[in-house]
């Protein structure tokens, strides 16, 4: 299983994450189906990363 991010806007945004400043919320859903919100899109795909770096096998 991969590493997903979803962007989510309007009615899509869970109600308890809506607010007058929340326009856009990315889930981030990992390969053990862990989901984590946030707000920046530049956090959500870091995040991501390190979530699918942390799933790789090492070469050691």
């Known amino acids: 299983m991969s ?3 979803t962007k989510l806007q309007g009615n899509d945004i869970p109600p308890d ?6 326009e856009v919320v990315f889930r981030m ?10 707000f920046d899109d530049v956090e959500a795909a870091q995040v991501a990363v390190r979530a699918s770096d942390e799933d790789l096998p090492s070469n050691s």
């Open 3 to 5: 590493v997903t991010v």
């Open 17 to 22: 994450m809506r607010g007058p400043d929340v």
């Open 29 to 38: 859903i990992d390969q053990q189906g862990n989901e984590q919100y946030l």
